[in-house]
């Protein structure tokens, strides 16, 4: 028994008991979510749900965050959904395990550590605007279909018990444990509402009223498509954009849970997990999926530190496909709504509004447009690298009025500059001023110990400044430049050449410009 735990990699001091709660809370509030994404990917409820166990199982095991889950997500949903429509299930199926491939070599590639590019002011606004996503969400359980086939929003009785169920719910998971941490409180809700709703025979919208989730084993299905360039072609683009909004948010969904929980995932491992999972996935009519923030957030928060919950979860989610459908289309989705609005709640990081007057302009700007974009074009991907982008801008403008240059001239008439700060492409035009080319002596050397030379414009500065020197009959030579810099200016000897002193030793300076 201990070998089989062992390769579960579960730790010797996990509460069985808090793990398979914690799992079974997590299968019923996937159902929903399961459901209505497949329902925005314009596919069969049956579909996301058999990605949700396929994704939920696969990831438990392999995955490199023991307690994070994964299922279908509309990130996923959202990219996949005009591919549904105009050419079907087959080539999303085939797109998906496409994408699974590329997430494989992404984490055999090590392309995960690439995260750490991502700043806290993105992630604040990822996770903001994730967290209203989930919120706004579940305004749609509000809605219902009148006599004539239409969705108006909810009004009267129907409204008013709707509405009293849900914050019942919300009271239950935040009252719990203040007097309790023995069951979880998100499971426990669900449990009251469905008592209170059977006992009291309250005529509420349930699970079935959304869809169907009766159905067997997820059948393995080889995509139906062409195996051709032209297929090929069609499909490359989803599946790269899918591999991407399904890594960045599972990464970033990792490094959460890793604060939460005060320890560290693997971001490679859980790469080449997420792939493994989408490409069965694909192959087991599913739509594929992520990691699920929300999803993680209910597990994590209910105690579960373990493999044993996700991996709980999945088995729970197939076992209601496969026996427990009709019960469980009678759970009032009053609960499951209260649930979710307390994990958007719970998700969205308050503190990030005390910082509005502590953080730098720009990266509260980067965070207020991440969680807009985040929110309006609900493309976790584009927001995040929106997000990037600007502070990496923002970053180079800040470091480009950084360099300094220290004149002096020595005992044998010979002019120094000491070049303090990088010389990349934001940096040049200020590096170039610091130059008197026509007034400086005929022996200029530049010491770039407190300095680097970082790219291609850095060389290409160097070079013209040589060539401006050489013109007047004057000579420049570099000094101190790191290894790296060396090794950049070698590379690039087909196109710069500078005269490199080996010697450190300096004279003493007679004069200071």
């Not at 090590?110 to 604040?124: N, Y």
């Not at 393995?220 to 069609?234: C, D, G, R």
Request: proline residues 4%; charged residues 15%.
């Amino acid at each position: 028994m201990k070998r089989v735990l062992n390769l579960f990699d579960f730790s010797q001091k996990v509460n069985y008991k808090t793990e398979i709660l914690a799992g079974l809370t997590v299968a019923l509030a996937l159902i929903p979510e399961a459901v209505a994404f497949a329902m925005i990917a314009k596919l069969s409820p049956l579909t996301g749900l058999y990605a949700a166990f396929v994704m939920g199982l696969v990831t438990a095991i392999l995955g490199g965050r023991p307690g994070m889950i994964s299922g279908a997500t509309g990130a996923v949903a959202v990219v996949i959904v005009g591919l549904s429509i105009s050419h079907g299930p087959e080539y999303i199926f085939a797109t998906v395990v496409l994408a699974g491939i590329l997430q494989v070599l992404s984490g055999v590639f090590r392309l995960g550590k690439l995260i750490r590019l991502v700043p806290h002011s993105v992630i604040f606004g990822f996770v903001n605007g994730l967290a209203i996503i989930i919120f706004m969400s579940q305004l749609a359980q509000f809605k219902t279909v009148n006599a004539v086939g239409e969705t108006v929003w909810m009004t009267g009785p129907p409204f008013y018990i709707f509405l009293g169920l849900v914050l019942i719910t919300m009271f239950i998971i935040w009252g719990l444990p203040k007097l309790t941490k023995v069951f979880p409180s998100s499971l426990a809700a669900i449990l009251a509402i469905f008592g209170i709703v059977v006992a009291l025979g309250i005529d509420t919208k349930s699970v079935g009223d959304m869809a169907s989730i009766n159905g067997g084993f997820p059948p393995f299905h080889i995509p139906m498509v062409p195996v051709n360039f032209e297929t090929l072609s069609l499909i490359f683009p989803y599946a790269l954009i899918m591999a991407g909004v399904g890594l960045i948010e599972s990464l970033l969904t990792l490094n959460i849970i890793d604060e939460i929980t005060e320890t560290r995932g693997r971001g490679n491992k859980e790469c080449v997990a997420q792939g493994s999972a989408n490409i069965l996935s694909g192959f087991f009519s599913g739509m594929g999926g992520c990691a699920m923030l929300g999803q993680s957030l209910i597990n994590v928060s209910s105690g579960a530190r373990a493999r044993l919950s996700g991996i709980t979860a999945a088995v729970m989610l197939l076992v209601f496909i496969m026996f427990g459908a009709d019960l469980i289309e009678k759970l009032p989705m009053a609960a499951l709504t209260g649930v979710m609005v307390m994990v958007a709640i719970g998700t969205f990081e308050w503190a990030s509004l005390k910082t509005f007057n502590k953080m730098p302009k720009s990266d509260v700007i980067v965070m207020v447009l991440v969680t807009l974009v985040t929110i309006f074009l609900h493309n976790l991907a584009l927001a995040v690298l929106v997000g990037v982008i600007i502070s990496a801008l923002v970053f180079a403008w800040d470091n480009a009025k950084r360099i300094r240059a220290r004149k002096s001239i020595d005992a044998d008439g010979v002019k120094h500059y000491e070049i303090y700060g990088p010389l990349f492409f934001g940096s040049i035009s200020a590096f170039n001023s610091k130059f008197d080319v026509l007034n400086d002596p005929d022996e200029v050397i530049i010491n770039f110990s407190e300095s680097r030379v970082v790219d291609m414009s850095g060389i290409e500065a160097l070079n013209k400044l040589t060539e401006r020197y050489s013109k007047q009959g004057k000579t420049l030579h570099l000094r101190h430049l790191s290894n790296d810099c060396r090794r950049l200016l070698e590379n690039a000897d087909a196109i710069i050449e500078v005269n490199i002193l080996e010697d450190p030793t300096y004279k003493v300076a007679t004069d200071k410009i």
